[in-house]
């Protein structure tokens, strides 16, 4: 069955410190890789996404994703957070060739001062 | 410009009533989506459509079901609702071409809490 692993549930750390937010998936075809971000009380919002090309992805407020294929991973990372970016944080992927999206658990990033 | 939206935003039922949950989306996109949110669950996904006049079952469709009579609006139906329907529903959109596969990039609503007591 396909799915996707978020390794945390929660991860705390002090603003301008540097996170990662790891994420694994299980699949024997291509992939499409996103992340998104939700605020509290609020929808999903796109953070970046992996479609094809360049393994390293950027995306909005300074967040960047490696897409690693043999150990199926797409791992989230920022140089330096802040306190506006505490929010929880979903992985998800869509098989090529398919109509669904498929999201792990979420990952809850607290940025302390 | 109002994407994809959801209503109601609140709502409150009694065990065995029913109730539908609406999504309309401005963007001409052809794929539709309804998820469900549980705390640590991440978003399982009831129902998708990629079309008008298709729908088909996602991983948690018992207990609800979908229509798409137009592109715009796929409304979310739940009949004889159950504590265990208790969560916050989203609904998505994708652009694609209809009957082709998507990229899976999704935009959202904001999202329905509904509580079932």
């Known amino acids: 069955a396909q799915s996707v692993t978020q390794l945390d549930s929660q991860v705390p750390v002090f603003e301008e410190a540097p996170v990662e937010l790891r994420c694994n998936y299980s699949?024997?075809?291509?992939?499409?890789l996103f992340w998104y971000v939700q605020y509290p009380n609020q929808g999903l919002q796109l953070l970046l996404k992996y479609l094809s090309g360049s393994t390293l992805v950027k995306g909005i407020n300074g967040f960047e994703a490696e897409f690693n294929k043999s150990q199926t991973s797409f791992h989230l990372r920022k140089p330096s957070v802040h306190i506006s970016d505490t929010a929880e944080y979903f992985c998800?992927?869509?098989?090529?060739?398919?109509?669904?999206?498929?999201f792990g658990a979420g990952t809850r990033l607290f940025v302390k001062a | 410009n109002a994407g994809v939206t959801q209503t109601p935003k609140f709502r409150i039922l009694k065990i065995g009533q029913s109730m539908t949950l609406q999504c309309t989306q401005d963007?001409?996109?052809?794929?539709m989506y309804w998820y469900r949110q549980d705390p640590g669950m991440g978003l399982k996904l009831i129902y998708y459509s990629v079309g008008a006049g298709i729908t088909d079952k996602g991983e948690v469709p018992n207990g609800y079901n979908v229509s798409r009579s137009t592109t715009e609006d796929f409304p979310l139906r739940l009949e004889l609702a159950a504590p265990s329907q208790t969560s916050v529903y989203f609904c998505?959109?994708?652009?694609?071409?209809?009957?082709?596969?998507?990229?899976?990039?999704?935009?959202f609503g904001e999202g329905s809490r509904l509580t079932v007591l």
């Open positions: 998505a959109s994708s652009p694609g071409t209809s009957g082709r596969a998507s990229t899976g990039e999704l935009f």
């Open positions: 699949s024997s075809v291509s992939v499409y």
């Open positions: 998800a992927v869509s098989y090529t060739g398919g109509f669904k999206t498929i």
């Open positions: 963007m001409n996109h052809n794929y």
